[in-house]
């Protein structure tokens, strides 16, 4: 999995910050990589189904761009963090 969640029925109270923020690193990582070797962000998507969507959706607050974010089958991961 990409992060602990260690209760559906409260989420927002266990929510696993510093592993869904260590998952969205890694994936900033991979655009990253693809940017240098010289892919453009307006050609980049980030997409996910499940733990990976909500992984995907983090891309939303990240400083590396990329053209869009997929997201399937998901919930908003951190929604009451403010950064």
Do not use: C, H, N
Not at 32 to 54: C, D
Not at 63 to 78: E, H, I, N
């Amino acid at each position: 999995s990409w992060y602990d969640i260690k209760s559906l029925q409260d989420i927002d109270q266990q929510e696993d910050e510093a592993g869904l923020f260590e998952s969205k690193r890694y994936v900033e990582q991979l655009v990253a990589a693809e940017l240098a070797a010289g892919v453009p962000s307006e050609k980049v998507v980030v997409g996910g189904f499940s733990q990976g969507g909500a992984v995907a959706l983090l891309m939303l607050r990240s400083d590396v761009k990329v053209a869009g974010v997929v997201a399937l089958s998901t919930y908003l991961p951190l929604r009451k963090a403010t950064s």
